[in-house]
């Protein structure tokens, strides 16, 4: 299977795009979300005959990707808040409301495996028990992850509570 | 802050973020690595495979208290390299193979650290990424406990690395397991769980017989296994007995929080995990034939099956996958 492949260049032409905004979610950062997609469909081309149902081939793309950052938080030292952002001021560059960018910006700072925790569950609205598959975790942590997600949220972002 | 408010937010930075071009070189090159690191041994070891895969259909089945995972709609993605020793040395399997040139006899666990192995001239070494940190020398045994690692030399004395709160072990212990806070210790005849609260007698054996010196023991949680003549015991962190199964548990690992006890079906040959309170087991669906070695990593299980030619990784215990196939190869954790 090359990547030329009449199947595999259709579904890369076609869901590209969606598939970097997703990988930008999980990582925060540009150049990290394109060195993960790419990594995650380099698999996917190496297993494309054995993906019956093209239609899953999203699921198995996105699959690859947590795969992959969750080999990191396997080593917890490696998994910190980020306190200094590595291209702080970025996100400013992006063309959306004051307050979305704000809490984008709280979002990125939040440890990796937590971020991806509320990617999962509120933009590609797995339920819980899924996200913990996908994280291979239990229930129970995703639940705490997300508790702990919102609650750091709502505190760095007390003025969002009263937003209309 | 609702999980609309979220939605809302994530979705409208994930549309502005500008997208770039996907550059099929660089993606056609990747593919080639990855093609490359699959290595020959895993297409030698295919037929294999679905052999594994036709056996291990009759057994179904999965813990009773852990939800029972949904069937994949995608094939599963190769996980975390997990270290084993794979013909006496020491290697990464997950994504391909990575062989260390390590030489060694056990290994020992990870931790936040890195991977601890226990070398065969009896050096303790920590392994992060290509460093390799010397831990001790002349080391008979070791176990996790926690992070740190507490092993006994051929000497007979007991350490740690990094000290320990815990009550210190008496001359002449042997050391026979440990966990998070806990280790186990053959003292005289009989078996000693040592944790904070002091040291707690197992009445092990349960009759008046002397207590064979190795015994296989694991600690986790607040649970001890130890199995003996095809049976496992399980006792309360107390030393308090808790009940023993049979039915030929050849091999078991009890996982570090105490939740599960991993064994060997009848033979030897399968998988089950036991609840360690209730003692009541589930097949486990996936790996088959006779299986020779268990190790938990975190909430994975590793278990070599297949006489010791397949290497599977099940998640939270129950939810497995193979990860490496070949015939020729001697697996161990």
């Not at chain 2, 939605?7 to 500008?18: C, F, I, M, W």
């Amino acid at each position: 299977m090359r990547v030329h492949d009449p199947g595999f260049a259709e579904f890369m032409a076609a869901r590209w795009a969606p598939l970097y905004r997703t990988a930008y979610l999980l990582t925060g950062d540009q150049h990290e979300a394109e060195e993960l997609l790419q990594s995650a469909l380099a698999k996917t081309c190496l297993r494309w005959t054995s993906i019956r149902d093209r239609g899953a081939a999203d699921a198995y793309v996105r699959r690859a990707m947590v795969h992959q950052l969750a080999s990191r938080w396997r080593r917890p030292w490696r998994e910190v808040a980020t306190a200094e952002l590595p291209e702080r001021g970025h996100a400013g560059g992006l063309d959306v409301r004051a307050d979305h960018l704000a809490l984008w910006e709280e979002i990125r700072r939040l440890p990796p495996r937590m971020r991806a925790t509320l990617v999962l569950r509120y933009v590609e609205d797995l339920t819980e028990e899924a996200t913990a598959r996908e994280l291979g975790v239990s229930v129970g942590s995703v639940k705490s992850q997300t508790h702990h997600a919102l609650k750091r949220l709502r505190a760095a972002l007390p003025d969002l509570e009263t937003t209309p | 802050m609702s999980p609309t408010d979220l939605r809302t937010s994530l979705t409208s930075v994930s549309e502005a973020v500008p997208v770039p071009a996907p550059d099929l070189d660089v993606l056609e090159g990747r593919v080639a690595r990855a093609r490359r690191r699959r290595t020959a041994v895993r297409s030698a070891g295919a037929a294999a495979a679905v052999v594994l895969v036709a056996a291990g259909s009759t057994l179904v089945g999965d813990r009773p208290d852990r939800p029972q995972p949904a069937e994949p709609v995608v094939p599963a993605v190769e996980p975390a390299a997990v270290p084993v020793a794979l013909d006496g040395e020491l290697a990464w399997v997950g994504d391909g193979v990575e062989r260390t040139g390590l030489r060694v006899t056990d290994v020992v666990g990870t931790t936040a650290a890195g991977t601890v192995v226990l070398g065969s001239d009896g050096e303790l070494v920590r392994v992060d990424g290509e460093r390799v940190t010397p831990l001790a020398d002349g080391v008979r045994r070791a176990f996790l406990d926690g992070d740190s690692v507490v092993h006994q030399d051929l000497d007979g004395r007991i350490a740690w690395t990094g000290g320990s709160t815990l009550p210190a072990p008496e001359a002449g212990d042997r050391l026979v397991g440990a966990g998070t806070g806990r280790y186990v210790v053959s003292r005289g005849s009989a078996l000693y769980a040592v944790d904070a609260e002091g040291a707690h007698r197992l009445s092990y054996p349960p009759s008046d017989e002397p207590a064979v010196l190795h015994l296989p023991v694991d600690v986790g949680g607040d649970r001890v296994a130890v199995r003996a003549d095809d049976e496992v015991t399980v006792f309360a962190a107390d030393g308090l007995h808790s009940g023993t199964v049979g039915g030929g548990v050849r091999l078991g690992a009890l996982a570090p929080d105490g939740s599960a006890y991993a064994r060997t079906g009848e033979g030897g040959r399968g998988l089950q995990l036991l609840d360690p309170r209730a003692l009541d087991a589930a097949p486990v669906r996936g790996p088959a034939g006779r299986v020779v070695d268990l190790r938990w990593d975190g909430t994975d299980l590793l278990v070599v099956a297949s006489g010791g030619h397949a290497l599977w990784r099940c998640a939270e215990g129950s939810d497995c996958s193979e990860l490496y196939v070949d015939p020729e190869a001697e697996l161990g954790l």
